[in-house]
C-alpha cells in the first residue's frame, strides 16, 4: 500500500496505464481491467471491502438485464419478420441507406447495438447484392447510424447507464428513460441525415463496385484415387484450374509442399486454392479432385442438390479465435464450412488450421433449408433470404410485449429493477431461453465494467479526477462554459476512438463531475457530453464493435473509417454542443 497522499497520482497512473493497453490490445478489454483493478487493490488506492462493488452496481445490473432480454428478443425471429419485408426500400441508393440507418438507429436505441446490427446486417448484404450493389456503400453507414441511434435513450448504449450511475453519485437521482432524447435523438437525426445525404458517397469508389465485393474464399480440393490427375504435374492443374481459381500452394501428409511446375500430382494431395463462390461451385462438380470438407462427397446426385450458404462471424462469435478443426458443427450433422474469406493475406495451410476471426465470412454446404435457421445457434450471421415461415403466437410476441412493459416502468421504479424484473419473467416462460442466454450473453462487457467502477469510484474519492480537472481548469477557465463542454466533448470523442467506449465513459465521468465543481455549475451538461462523446467511435474500425463487424464483409481497410468518421464527427460537436449548452445548462 502506498502513501495516502500519493493516491490521487496512482490512480492517474493505472488508468493511464491501463488505457494504453485497451489502445494496444495486447489483452482482451475484461483482462486489461481486472488486472488493473488488481493493482489499485494493492496500491490501496481501492479498498478491499470495494474490489466487488461493481457487481452490483445498478448500471451492470441493467447492462446485463438488457443483453438478455433484447438477446431473447432476436432469437424470438419478431423483428425478422419485419426486417425481411424491408426489400421495397432498397430500389434506390439513397432511400436504401436512409432508411435502414433510420431503422438501426431506431433498434439501437432500445436493445445492443451490435444485436441491432446482427438483424439488420444479412438483409442489407442480401437486398444489396439484389439490386447490384456492393454492400459496402451500406455497411459502414449502418454501423455509425447504429452508434447514434444509441444515444437517444437511457438503454441505448452501456455509457448512459454508466453515466446515469455517476449522476446518483452527485444529485442522488439518476437519468431518466428518456432524458437523453432532447440531445441524443436531434444529434442522431442530423448524423443520420449526412450518412444517407452525403457521407456514404465519401467512401472510396472502389469499395461500392460490386465486383470488388464479391469474396474471395480459400478453400482445398483434394485428389481422390481414381483421379486423372495423379501422376500429371502441379502445371497442367494450374492451367485447367486458372480459369475458375488460383492455386496457393500444396500440402501434402499435413504438411507445406515446395510446390513447382514438375511437381508429380499424387493421391491424397491437397491444393489450396482461392476463387469466388461462383466459380467454386464449378469446381465442385467435377469427379477428379473433391472439395475439402463437403457433403455428398461420394454422391454427385446429393451434392448438386445441396445449398452453398455465406455467413459472417459476428462479435463476440464462440466461434471467434478457434481453428476450423476445432469448430464444433454437432447442432448442425447436415452442414459443412468448406471455405473462408479473410481480410488478411492468405497463407498455405490445412483449413482445418485457419483461426476465425470477427468479421471473417464463411461459406458453408447444407443439406437443406432447415439448416439455416440453426446457423445462428454455432455463433454465424446467414446471409440469405429464408423462406421458412415463422410461427407466430402469443409467446412468440411475449418477451417484445414484456420488454415495452418494463420500459414503460421505469417511469415508477428504477431502470434496474424494471428490466431486471422483465428479464427473470422472460426466461422462466421460455425454457430454453437460459441456455441461449448463457452461450450469447457479452461477458466480456460486463466483466469489464464490474472491474473498472470501482477505479472509477476511487477516481473520484482520492482526488485524481480533480487533479485532471484542475488541468483543464488552467486553460479553459477564460473560454465560455459552451466551449468548456465542447472541449469535454471533444476529449472524450477521441478517447473513444481509441478504446471500449464503456471504458472511456469510467474515465471521464469522474473528470467531468471534478470540472462542474472547479467551475460551480450543475454536473449534468458536463455527464452529458462525456454520454454523447462516448458513443462516437467513428474514426477508426477498433472504436465500436459493430466497426469490426462490419469491416471484413465491407472489405474496409483502416483508414475509410476516418473518411466518413472524420466529418461525422465534426457534426456531432456543432450539433450536440449547443444543444447540451441549451438543455442541460440555461434549462
Not at 477498433?542 to 472489405?555: E, S
Request: proline share 4%; net charge positive; aromatic share 10%.
Amino acid at each position: 500500500m502506498i502513501p495516502e497522499y500519493l493516491q490521487p497520482y496512482s490512480v492517474i497512473f493505472i488508468l493511464a496505464v491501463a488505457m494504453v493497453f485497451f489502445i494496444w490490445r495486447k489483452w482482451s478489454y475484461e483482462i486489461t481491467a481486472i488486472l488493473a483493478l488488481v493493482v489499485a487493490v494493492i496500491f490501496g488506492t481501492v479498498p478491499m471491502h470495494k474490489i466487488f462493488s461493481g457487481i452490483d452496481n445498478p448500471a451492470v445490473i441493467t447492462v446485463a438485464s438488457i443483453m438478455i432480454i433484447t438477446n431473447i428478443i432476436a432469437k424470438s425471429n419478431v423483428l425478422n419478420i419485419i426486417i425481411n419485408k424491408l426489400e421495397f426500400l432498397t430500389y434506390s441508393k439513397l432511400l436504401h441507406i436512409l432508411s435502414f440507418s433510420f431503422i438501426i438507429a431506431f433498434l439501437s436505441a432500445f436493445m445492443n447495438n451490435i444485436g441491432a446490427l446482427g438483424l439488420m446486417l444479412p438483409v442489407s448484404i442480401y437486398t444489396s447484392l439484389k439490386q447490384g450493389h456492393s454492400p459496402s456503400y451500406i455497411l459502414m453507414p449502418l454501423a455509425m447510424a447504429s452508434a447514434l441511434g444509441g444515444m437517444a435513450t437511457l438503454i441505448g448504449t452501456p455509457p448512459n447507464l454508466i453515466i446515469s450511475n455517476f449522476r446518483v453519485q452527485v444529485t442522488g437521482t439518476p437519468f431518466k428513460m428518456f432524458d437523453f432524447i432532447s440531445v441524443g435523438s436531434s444529434t442522431a437525426l442530423i448524423g443520420i441525415l449526412f450518412i444517407g445525404l452525403v457521407g456514404w458517397k465519401l467512401l472510396p469508389k472502389k469499395r461500392k463496385e460490386k465486383d470488388k465485393f464479391k469474396p474471395i474464399y480459400t478453400f482445398e480440393i483434394r485428389i481422390p484415387p481414381k483421379s486423372k490427375w495423379i501422376g500429371e504435374t502441379s502445371k497442367e492443374l494450374k492451367k485447367e484450374i486458372r480459369k475458375n481459381g488460383k492455386i496457393l500452394g500444396l500440402i501434402r501428409r499435413k504438411r507445406k509442399y515446395q510446390l513447382s511446375g514438375k511437381t508429380m500430382i499424387k493421391s491424397g494431395d491437397r491444393f489450396v486454392i482461392e476463387s469466388t463462390l461462383d466459380n467454386l461451385q464449378a469446381l465442385s462438380q467435377s469427379n477428379d479432385f473433391i472439395i475439402a470438407n463437403q457433403i455428398g462427397k461420394k454422391n454427385k446426385s446429393v451434392l448438386n442438390e445441396n445449398i452453398f450458404l455465406e455467413a459472417i462471424v459476428p462479435t463476440k462469435s464462440k466461434l471467434q479465435g478457434k481453428t476450423f478443426g476445432k469448430t464444433s458443427m454437432g447442432k448442425l450433422r447436415e452442414a459443412s464450412i468448406i471455405a473462408i474469406s479473410q481480410e488478411t493475406t492468405a497463407k498455405v495451410r490445412l483449413l482445418e488450421n485457419k483461426t476465425l476471426q470477427s468479421g471473417d465470412m464463411v461459406l458453408m454446404q447444407c443439406k437443406n433449408e432447415k439448416n439455416i435457421r440453426k446457423i445462428t445457434s454455432i455463433g454465424l450471421i446467414p446471409i440469405t433470404e429464408s423462406n421458412i415461415q415463422i410461427k407466430l403466437d402469443f409467446k412468440t410476441f411475449l418477451p417484445l410485449v414484456i420488454f415495452v412493459l418494463s420500459i414503460i416502468l421505469t417511469g415508477v421504479i428504477p431502470a434496474e429493477i424494471s428490466f431486471s424484473g422483465a428479464a427473470l419473467i422472460i426466461m422462466l416462460f421460455n425454457r430454453n431461453s437460459l441456455k441461449y442466454v448463457k452461450e450469447h450473453l457479452d461477458w466480456s462487457i460486463i466483466t469489464l465494467l464490474a472491474a473498472m467502477i470501482p477505479i472509477g469510484d476511487a477516481f473520484i474519492q482520492t482526488g485524481g479526477a480533480k487533479i485532471i480537472a484542475d488541468i483543464i481548469m488552467s486553460w479553459a477557465q477564460q473560454l465560455p462554459i459552451m466551449l468548456t463542454i465542447g472541449i469535454v466533448l471533444v476529449i472524450t470523442m477521441c478517447l473513444s476512438d481509441l478504446m471500449n467506449n464503456a471504458a472511456t465513459a469510467i474515465v471521464m465521468a469522474p473528470i467531468a463531475i471534478s470540472l462542474s465543481h472547479e467551475m460551480k455549475i450543475t454536473v449534468d451538461p458536463f455527464l452529458m457530453a462525456v454520454a454523447i462523446g462516448s458513443s462516437c467511435a467513428f474514426l477508426t474500425p477498433i472504436g465500436h464493435q459493430n466497426n469490426l463487424l462490419v469491416m471484413g464483409p465491407g472489405k474496409y481497410n483502416f483508414f475509410d473509417y476516418s473518411r466518413l468518421g472524420f466529418p461525422l464527427e465534426i457534426i456531432v460537436f456543432i450539433v450536440a454542443t449547443p444543444l447540451i449548452y441549451y438543455f442541460w445548462y440555461l434549462k
